[in-house]
């Protein structure tokens, strides 16, 4: 059974790793360590050992390494998952130059809300908050609407007048799970939880300095 990506919602609340070890970001059009190249603060790259998520947390030490990632491949799509001090949605667009499309998955656990970001084309075009509506800027805003009503993570805009009773509001969580499951679906993007929480994964240093947000 295909694994839509609703569980990160859950994952960034603590239920497995902590949340500041979940920054995802997906690359279509790259390779694994093409993407962590993109991404890094430094080079040469250089592809370690493989590590499950904890293991890679334990060696941000905030002094000389600040992240690491995980890489991996579903699908169409490579993906790296940060522990540390990640970029996050803050990443160069550029990453997404020469035809490369990425996916940003921030879950801005010291300063939320969460946030998603479609690059493509070396250009912002799509960011929104997960899990409160959707008040989208970027290129393309309007881009996952239709997706996004067809999961109920949103209201369509012809039905405004049908808004669901306070008793049968989303919560802010059920949003944010039905925004990731409809980006999954719209994408072609699937990735198995227990590979990102628990698997080993090889592994590199993608940043040795501090983030640009901090």
């Given at each position: 059974?295909?694994?839509?990506?609703a569980?990160?919602?859950?994952?960034?609340?603590g239920?497995h790793?902590?949340a500041?070890?979940?920054?995802i970001?997906?690359?279509r059009?790259?390779s694994p360590?093409?993407l962590?190249?993109?991404?890094?603060?430094?080079?040469?790259?250089?592809?370690?050992a493989a590590?499950?998520?904890?293991?890679?947390?334990?060696?941000?030490?905030?002094?000389?390494?600040?992240?690491?990632?995980?890489?991996?491949?579903?699908?169409d799509?490579?993906?790296?998952?940060?522990?540390g001090?990640s970029?996050?949605?803050?990443?160069?667009?550029?990453?997404?130059?020469?035809?490369?499309?990425?996916?940003l998955?921030?879950?801005?656990?010291d300063d939320?809300?969460s946030?998603?970001?479609?690059?493509?084309?070396?250009?912002?075009?799509?960011?929104?908050?997960?899990?409160?509506?959707y008040?989208?800027?970027?290129a393309q805003?309007?881009?996952l609407r239709?997706?996004?009503?067809?999961?109920?993570?949103?209201?369509?805009?012809?039905s405004?007048d049908?808004?669901?009773?306070?008793?049968?509001e989303?919560?802010?969580?059920e949003?944010?799970?039905r925004?990731?499951?409809g980006?999954?679906?719209?994408?072609?993007?699937?990735?198995?939880?227990?590979?990102?929480e628990?698997g080993q994964?090889?592994?590199?240093?993608?940043?040795?300095?501090?983030?640009?947000s901090w």
């Open positions: 059974m295909r694994e839509d990506l569980w990160i919602a859950d994952a960034w609340r239920t790793l902590d500041g070890d979940l920054y970001t997906c690359a059009g790259l360590q093409q962590a190249e993109r991404i890094s603060d430094h080079e040469p790259v250089e592809i370690g590590l499950t998520g904890r293991e890679a947390s334990a060696l941000v030490d905030l002094a000389q390494i600040y992240c690491v990632g995980r890489l991996g491949q579903s699908g799509w490579s993906f790296i998952v940060e522990s001090g970029e996050g949605w803050a990443l160069d667009p550029a990453v997404s130059r020469d035809g490369a499309e990425v996916l998955f921030d879950p801005r656990p939320p809300p946030f998603f970001r479609y690059l493509a084309d070396g250009e912002l075009q799509l960011h929104f908050e997960l899990g409160a509506g008040y989208p800027s970027g805003p309007d881009l239709p997706a996004l009503e067809a999961v109920g993570a949103i209201v369509p805009e012809d405004l049908d808004l669901l009773g306070d008793d049968e989303l919560s802010p969580h949003a944010k799970r925004a990731l499951q980006i999954g679906e719209h994408f072609g993007l699937a990735l198995s939880r227990q590979v990102v628990s994964l090889p592994s590199v240093v993608t940043r040795i300095s501090p983030p640009s």
